[in-house]
C-alpha cells in the first residue's frame, strides 16, 4: 500500500493567513490568502479578486466592491479575513445580508457560499497565490544609501516598506 501524495488534512476547504516565509534572514516567498467573489446582477456575471484584510460591499464609490443595485445600502457589509478565515458582518442594512438564503448579522463564510445582498448574489471562494519577494538591487532606501543586507533588513523592520508585486 502507497503512502498518499499530499497528507490529508483535518480541515481541507481552511486556507491559512498571508504568512512570509524566511530562509535564513530574508523573506524569499510570501503566500497571500485571497478571495474571490463572482457578483450575479440582473444577468450580468462579473468576477472580483481581492488580497486585503477588510474588504467592503455597497452602492456607495467609496466601497471596496461596488454595487449598482438600487436595493443595496450604501455601507451594506464589510468581510473580514482572522485567523480561522473570512466572516461577513451587516452593517445595518435596510434589506438585509444573506449567506445562503439566511438572514445574518455575522457569520463565517465558506467557500462556494452565495451571499445575497439586495437583488445581487455574489458567490465566495478562497484561494491562495504564492509570490516571489526579488530583493533589490538598489543601493538606496528613501533616504538611507548603503549596501550590507544586515542593515537594510534592521531598518526595514522598523520602517516596513509596502511589497510590490
Known sequence: MSAPSEPRRKFPDFLPPTKVHYDGARPQTIQVRTCRFITNQGGSR????YD??????????????VLADETVSRFHCRIEQDELGYIIRDLGSTNGTYVNSIRIREAYLSPGCTISVGQTDIQFFIGQERVEVVPSTKNRLGDIIGKKIAT???LTRHFPLPIER
Open 52 to 65: 486585503q484584510s477588510t474588504i467592503r460591499i455597497g452602492a456607495m464609490e467609496d466601497n471596496d466592491l
Open 152 to 154: 537594510v533588513e534592521k
Open 46 to 49: 462579473q468576477e472580483h479578486q
